[in-house]
Protein backbone atom coordinates (compact mmCIF):
# COMPACT_ATOMS: atom_id res chain seq x y z
CA UNK A 1 0.00 0.00 0.00
CA UNK A 2 1.44 3.61 -1.18
CA UNK A 3 1.64 6.20 2.27
CA UNK A 4 -0.56 8.66 0.83
CA UNK A 5 -3.08 5.90 0.67
CA UNK A 6 -2.15 4.89 4.30
CA UNK A 7 -2.56 8.67 5.58
CA UNK A 8 -6.10 8.38 4.44
CA UNK A 9 -7.12 5.23 5.82
CA UNK A 10 -5.67 6.34 9.21
CA UNK A 11 -7.43 9.74 9.11
CA UNK A 12 -10.58 7.77 7.69
CA UNK A 13 -10.11 5.48 11.15
CA UNK A 14 -9.04 8.61 13.56
CA UNK A 15 -12.19 10.67 12.43
CA UNK A 16 -14.56 7.20 13.14
CA UNK A 17 -12.99 7.45 16.69
CA UNK A 18 -14.43 10.65 17.52
CA UNK A 19 -17.37 10.26 16.02
CA UNK A 20 -21.04 10.14 17.94
CA UNK A 21 -21.69 5.98 18.03
CA UNK A 22 -25.10 6.00 16.30
CA UNK A 23 -24.92 2.23 16.88
CA UNK A 24 -25.28 2.41 20.91
CA UNK A 25 -28.82 2.59 20.97
CA UNK A 26 -31.03 2.81 23.79
CA UNK A 27 -33.95 0.67 24.46
CA UNK A 28 -36.29 3.28 23.24
CA UNK A 29 -34.06 3.30 19.55
CA UNK A 30 -32.36 6.75 20.30
CA UNK A 31 -28.63 7.51 21.91
CA UNK A 32 -27.47 10.64 23.53
CA UNK A 33 -24.36 12.37 22.31
CA UNK A 34 -22.88 15.74 21.72
CA UNK A 35 -26.24 17.49 22.57
CA UNK A 36 -28.14 14.62 19.86
CA UNK A 37 -30.64 12.67 20.49
CA UNK A 38 -30.26 9.73 17.72
CA UNK A 39 -33.13 8.30 16.07
CA UNK A 40 -33.05 5.44 13.29
CA UNK A 41 -34.91 5.25 10.33
CA UNK A 42 -36.23 2.58 7.68
CA UNK A 43 -37.04 2.60 4.51
CA UNK A 44 -38.10 -0.03 1.95
CA UNK A 45 -36.59 0.07 -1.55
CA UNK A 46 -37.72 -1.92 -4.54
CA UNK A 47 -35.74 -2.09 -7.45
CA UNK A 48 -36.19 -3.97 -10.71
CA UNK A 49 -32.65 -4.71 -12.41
CA UNK A 50 -31.53 -6.97 -15.02
CA UNK A 51 -29.85 -9.89 -13.94
CA UNK A 52 -28.55 -12.42 -16.73
CA UNK A 53 -30.60 -11.48 -18.94
CA UNK A 54 -33.86 -11.31 -16.66
CA UNK A 55 -35.84 -8.24 -15.07
CA UNK A 56 -35.73 -9.18 -11.64
CA UNK A 57 -37.32 -7.83 -8.39
CA UNK A 58 -35.24 -7.02 -5.96
CA UNK A 59 -36.29 -5.52 -2.10
CA UNK A 60 -33.70 -4.05 0.27
CA UNK A 61 -34.60 -1.99 3.30
CA UNK A 62 -32.56 1.30 3.73
CA UNK A 63 -31.54 2.42 6.91
CA UNK A 64 -30.07 5.91 8.49
CA UNK A 65 -29.39 8.03 11.51
CA UNK A 66 -30.48 11.52 12.19
CA UNK A 67 -29.67 13.69 14.83
CA UNK A 68 -32.50 15.71 16.41
CA UNK A 69 -30.69 18.08 18.63
CA UNK A 70 -31.51 19.10 22.43
CA UNK A 71 -33.25 22.19 22.92
CA UNK A 72 -30.71 25.37 23.69
CA UNK A 73 -30.52 26.50 27.70
CA UNK A 74 -32.72 28.95 28.31
CA UNK A 75 -30.34 32.95 28.64
CA UNK A 76 -30.35 32.73 32.35
CA UNK A 77 -29.01 29.17 32.47
CA UNK A 78 -32.43 27.75 33.49
CA UNK A 79 -33.02 25.10 31.94
CA UNK A 80 -36.05 25.39 29.12
CA UNK A 81 -39.42 23.81 30.14
CA UNK A 82 -40.66 21.16 27.47
CA UNK A 83 -44.28 20.14 27.04
CA UNK A 84 -45.81 17.69 29.02
CA UNK A 85 -47.29 14.72 26.27
CA UNK A 86 -51.16 15.14 27.18
CA UNK A 87 -50.77 18.82 28.68
CA UNK A 88 -52.36 21.40 26.66
CA UNK A 89 -50.09 24.89 25.87
CA UNK A 90 -51.28 27.83 28.37
CA UNK A 91 -51.52 30.38 25.01
CA UNK A 92 -54.03 29.32 22.25
CA UNK A 93 -51.72 28.84 18.76
CA UNK A 94 -54.09 29.62 15.60
CA UNK A 95 -53.62 26.58 13.70
CA UNK A 96 -52.97 26.12 9.67
CA UNK A 97 -54.75 23.50 7.95
CA UNK A 98 -53.52 21.27 5.22
CA UNK A 99 -54.83 19.41 2.45
CA UNK A 100 -53.11 17.54 0.14
CA UNK A 101 -54.58 17.01 -3.50
CA UNK A 102 -53.14 14.24 -5.74
CA UNK A 103 -54.21 15.16 -9.52
CA UNK A 104 -53.55 12.43 -12.05
CA UNK A 105 -55.11 11.68 -15.18
CA UNK A 106 -58.38 13.28 -15.08
CA UNK A 107 -59.11 12.83 -11.11
CA UNK A 108 -58.31 14.02 -7.92
CA UNK A 109 -57.00 12.77 -4.73
CA UNK A 110 -57.99 14.49 -1.48
CA UNK A 111 -55.96 13.59 1.58
CA UNK A 112 -59.02 14.21 3.74
CA UNK A 113 -62.44 14.39 2.74
CA UNK A 114 -62.80 17.71 5.51
CA UNK A 115 -60.67 20.56 7.21
CA UNK A 116 -61.78 23.47 9.95
CA UNK A 117 -62.26 26.75 8.81
CA UNK A 118 -60.03 29.10 9.00
CA UNK A 119 -55.98 29.15 7.20
CA UNK A 120 -55.53 26.26 5.44
CA UNK A 121 -52.26 25.33 2.72
CA UNK A 122 -53.64 23.52 -0.07
CA UNK A 123 -50.52 21.56 -1.80
CA UNK A 124 -51.12 20.42 -5.25
CA UNK A 125 -48.88 17.15 -6.05
CA UNK A 126 -49.51 16.35 -9.96
CA UNK A 127 -48.33 12.77 -10.40
CA UNK A 128 -49.90 12.90 -14.41
CA UNK A 129 -48.22 13.39 -17.32
CA UNK A 130 -49.95 16.45 -18.27
CA UNK A 131 -49.85 19.43 -16.75
CA UNK A 132 -52.72 20.59 -14.21
CA UNK A 133 -53.83 23.39 -11.35
CA UNK A 134 -56.53 23.72 -8.66
CA UNK A 135 -58.93 25.87 -8.43
CA UNK A 136 -61.46 25.65 -5.08
CA UNK A 137 -65.07 27.98 -4.88
CA UNK A 138 -68.23 27.52 -2.57
CA UNK A 139 -70.35 24.76 -4.41
CA UNK A 140 -73.21 27.57 -4.73
CA UNK A 141 -70.82 29.95 -6.28
CA UNK A 142 -70.75 32.36 -3.45
CA UNK A 143 -67.66 33.94 -1.99
CA UNK A 144 -63.59 34.20 -3.94
CA UNK A 145 -62.69 31.74 -5.88
CA UNK A 146 -58.94 30.75 -5.17
CA UNK A 147 -56.41 29.34 -7.53
CA UNK A 148 -52.92 26.80 -7.36
CA UNK A 149 -51.33 28.10 -10.18
CA UNK A 150 -50.75 25.35 -13.13
CA UNK A 151 -47.64 23.24 -12.69
CA UNK A 152 -46.00 20.69 -14.96
CA UNK A 153 -45.68 16.91 -14.42
CA UNK A 154 -44.02 15.64 -10.99
CA UNK A 155 -43.75 18.82 -9.49
CA UNK A 156 -45.59 20.57 -6.66
CA UNK A 157 -46.91 24.06 -5.45
CA UNK A 158 -49.27 24.82 -2.77
CA UNK A 159 -51.39 28.08 -2.07
CA UNK A 160 -52.46 29.80 1.58
CA UNK A 161 -55.97 30.36 1.62
CA UNK A 162 -58.04 31.28 4.07
CA UNK A 163 -61.74 29.17 3.78
CA UNK A 164 -65.01 29.98 5.34
CA UNK A 165 -67.39 27.03 6.41
CA UNK A 166 -69.58 25.54 3.34
CA UNK A 167 -68.62 22.37 1.10
CA UNK A 168 -66.00 23.53 -1.73
CA UNK A 169 -66.15 22.33 -5.23
CA UNK A 170 -62.53 22.00 -6.67
CA UNK A 171 -61.61 21.70 -10.14
CA UNK A 172 -58.84 21.42 -12.89
CA UNK A 173 -59.50 24.65 -15.51
CA UNK A 174 -57.39 23.40 -18.33
CA UNK A 175 -59.94 23.20 -21.09
CA UNK A 176 -61.35 19.77 -20.80
CA UNK A 177 -60.14 18.20 -17.52
CA UNK A 178 -62.72 19.31 -15.97
CA UNK A 179 -65.37 17.52 -18.12
CA UNK A 180 -62.87 14.32 -18.18
CA UNK A 181 -63.83 14.17 -14.42
CA UNK A 182 -61.04 15.90 -12.87
CA UNK A 183 -63.29 17.71 -9.88
CA UNK A 184 -63.76 17.07 -6.34
CA UNK A 185 -65.91 18.13 -3.20
CA UNK A 186 -63.91 19.25 0.22
CA UNK A 187 -66.17 20.28 3.08
CA UNK A 188 -64.74 22.84 5.54
CA UNK A 189 -66.03 22.61 8.89
CA UNK A 190 -66.81 25.57 11.27
Same mark, same amino acid.
Given at each position: MRRPALAVGALALASLAFAPAPHAVSHDGAAASAGCTWKRHSKRVVKHVRRHGRLRRVVRTR?????? %????? /???? /?????? *???????????? *?? %??? *??????????? %????? &???AIVELDNQGEDPH?????? &???? !????? *? !???GSQKRTSGRFTLAPGSYKLWCSIPGHEELGMKATLTVTP
Open positions: HWWTCL %RAPAP /AVDG /AAPTLP *VPGQEPSEEEPT *VG %RLG *VKASEFKFVLS %RPSIA &AGENLNLQL &ADGQ !GPEFH *V !GEI
